[in-house]
């Protein structure tokens, strides 16, 4: 059995992922936990979720769960380096979907897993979404700079970064694609007196409303033409189902920094 522990264990993903991992067949939890002062803190981890008691008890301390644990699910918006810290040097592999990552957060990630640290690092961990990482790049690589890129997203109303991690991956992969700078070719959203599109911009628009769970467009457009790959979650059973790929995934990896398309093996164009 896999032994796992979920951070942000009472959050919207963190009950999906109580939920997948007790139910699964070669899984158990082993830890729980959220943030000081969550008005959940005490309570068991499967009620939580709307289960039958787990005989886990959400705490705020990672430190005492990871002896003889196998693998941390984070997907807090809190501590995520320093528990990914704590449990790599505790022999855990770490499987993160925390969205809201620094630059700087991401490049000690890759630091922790060169120095020995098993992780699957990923802004979203659906197979669709993944794919569409990958059809993006060969799109961006193949169309020329007559096809310009807009990214369009949409979440829920509660959302707290923008754009979303998924969106920043897929500027990431178009503008390196494109050969584009980061910080000087991309356009977060307009406003007022823009004057006419350079070719080698990209447009990134972050939506907000309702219940969204998750939608992202690539727009390819050109004179006469127009291309659009589209991704939509309507649950986040997908996330949660990924997670748990990932978390098998480490079980057999050598230590290094991954992404869902290596859990799922989809091939690079």
Same mark, same amino acid.
């Given at each position: 059995m896999i032994k796992v522990i979920v951070t942000? %264990? %009472? @959050? &919207?993903? @963190? &009950? *999906? *992922?109580? &939920?997948?991992? *007790? %139910?699964a067949n070669d899984m158990s939890l082993v830890g729980a936990t959220e943030y000081e002062k969550n008005p959940f803190l005490g309570k068991d981890a499967g009620i939580t979720a709307g289960l039958a008691e787990a005989n886990i008890n959400i705490t705020s301390e990672l430190s005492p769960l990871l002896s003889g644990t196998d693998v941390l699910i984070d997907f807090s918006t809190g501590n995520v380096l320093e528990n990914a810290k704590l449990a790599v040097n505790s022999g855990l592999g770490v499987v993160i979907g925390t969205t809201a990552l620094s630059s700087e957060q991401k490049l000690e990630l890759r630091k922790l897993a060169e120095s020995g640290g098993k992780i699957v690092f990923s802004p979203n961990m659906s197979i669709g979404v993944n794919l569409l990482f990958s059809l993006v790049e060969k799109v961006a690589k193949t169309l020329n700079e007559n096809y310009e890129i807009e990214i369009v997203e949409m979440h829920h109303n509660q959302k707290k970064d923008a754009p979303s991690g998924t969106a920043t991956k897929l500027v990431e992969i178009a503008a390196d694609a494109r050969n584009l700078n980061l910080d000087k070719d991309i356009c977060y959203g307009r406003n007022g007196i823009t004057g006419a599109r350079p070719k080698h911009e990209i447009g990134v628009h972050a939506l907000r409303g309702g219940d969204v769970v998750g939608e992202h467009t690539v727009i390819f457009a050109a004179n006469g033409e127009r291309i659009e790959l589209t991704h939509k979650a309507s649950s986040r059973e997908t996330f949660a189902h990924g997670a748990l790929e990932a978390a098998r995934f480490l079980q057999k990896a050598d230590p290094g920094l991954y992404t869902m398309q290596d859990v799922l093996r989809i091939s690079k164009p």
């Open positions: 942000g %264990a %009472a @959050g &919207k993903m @963190g &009950k *999906l *992922l109580v &939920k997948n991992i *007790l %139910a």
